[in-house]
């Protein structure tokens, strides 16, 4: 999980560099997609209007019988019918999309966000990348921690736990609530002063 000041100085960095990188960076983070979902992102994936994206498709690497190549890029379906979902985003998000969007070159519907091309993206590149700018940052993580992160920034900000397990792609509630609904000691001293009594 990023702490706070992590967050804030990998977000200050993706927003003041528009690229490739820095996007993917940004929406994993307020999206929640693992490296091999938005590696998979179109730009036909995107609801500009309605400010949400499609999971439709994840990109994995293959075994070939090529003895030229040992392995091979590949588009496939989600492996789980709740992995293929819906994912609303926050509007400051899709924004900066559509800054991006409007900087590349004739962006087609069927090209991927990464690479603005037909060419399928290499997980393993974002990732390396993902790596570098927090080299940069002097703190290191893993890709993954961007899914944590952003479960738990929906759970410390009230965000409704059956929306939340949609959007990350449970089966069902329970998994939200045993993964992520373990909050900071702060949060839960927070959470039980709502508590009133009008007898003190």
Not at 157 to 166: M, T
Not at 168 to 182: A, P
């Amino acid at each position: 999980l990023l702490t706070i000041e992590q967050k804030e100085a990998l977000e200050s960095y993706c927003f003041s560099h528009l690229d490739n990188k820095s996007m993917i960076i940004l929406l994993s983070l307020y999206g929640r997609f693992c490296v091999d979902e938005v590696a998979g992102l179109k730009w036909c994936d995107v609801d500009f209007e309605n400010h949400c994206i499609s999971i439709n498709r994840t990109i994995e690497r293959l075994k070939t019988n090529n003895s030229s190549s040992k392995t091979t890029l590949m588009a496939l379906e989600p492996k789980t019918h709740t992995s293929k979902r819906i994912v609303p985003m926050p509007e400051f998000i899709i924004d900066f999309l559509i800054k991006y969007y409007k900087k590349q070159s004739n962006p087609k519907k069927q090209s991927y966000i990464y690479t603005n091309s037909i060419k399928i993206p290499d997980p393993r590149n974002i990732q390396y990348h993902f790596h570098k700018i927090c080299n940069t940052l002097e703190f290191k993580c893993n890709y993954h921690t961007l899914r944590h992160t952003y479960a738990t920034n929906c759970v410390m900000n009230d965000i409704d736990i059956k929306s939340l397990s949609e959007m990350l792609g449970h089966s069902n509630v329970s998994i939200t609530l045993e993964l992520y609904v373990h909050s900071s000691l702060e949060f839960k001293k927070s959470q039980i002063n709502k508590l009133k009594t009008s007898s003190y």
